[in-house]
C-alpha cells in the first residue's frame, strides 16, 4: 500500500508564493507520474500539473507560468511551487500518483489534500 501525504497548504495574500510537498511512503514501489489537482468549493476537481518519472511536464492554462511542479525521486516527493497566486488559486490541492508496487500498476492514489486560501 502506497500512500500520499500533502504539507504546506494555508493562507496567502493575492500576488504571493506556496509551496506544496507530497511524500509518498510504502513497500516497495515506483512511481511513474505524478500530478496536483484542485477542487474548489461548489466545482468539479480539476488537474494543476503532472510530471513523469523523466521530467517531462504539464500544466493546466490557467497555471502555465505561475506554478512549477517537480519532484525528488530518491525521496519520493513531490512539489509544486506556487507563485503570483490570485484569488481563484483558492482550493484543496490534492496529490495523484500512478505507482507500481511488486509488479502491480495502482493508476489513481490520492493524498487527503491540503488548503490553500488565498485572500487579502
Known amino acids: 500500500q502506497v500512500q500520499l501525504v500533502e504539507s504546506g497548504g494555508g493562507l496567502v495574500q493575492p500576488g504571493g508564493s506556496l509551496r506544496l510537498s507530497c511524500a509518498a511512503s510504502g513497500r516497495m514501489f515506483s512511481i511513474n507520474v505524478m500530478g496536483w489537482y484542485r477542487q474548489a468549493p461548489g466545482k468539479e476537481r480539476e488537474l494543476v500539473a503532472t510530471?513523469?518519472?523523466?521530467?517531462?511536464?504539464n500544466y493546466a492554462d490557467s497555471v502555465k507560468g505561475r506554478f512549477t511542479i517537480s519532484r525528488d525521486n530518491g525521496r519520493a516527493a513531490g512539489y509544486l511551487q506556487m507563485n503570483s497566486l490570485k484569488l481563484e488559486d483558492t482550493a484543496v490541492y490534492y496529490c495523484?500518483?500512478?505507482?507500481?508496487?511488486?509488479?502491480?500498476?495502482?493508476?489513481?492514489?490520492w493524498g487527503q489534500g491540503t488548503l490553500v486560501t488565498v485572500s487579502s
Open positions: 510530471i513523469t518519472s523523466g521530467g517531462s511536464t
Open positions: 495523484n500518483a500512478d505507482v507500481l508496487v511488486g509488479g502491480v500498476r495502482y493508476p489513481e492514489v
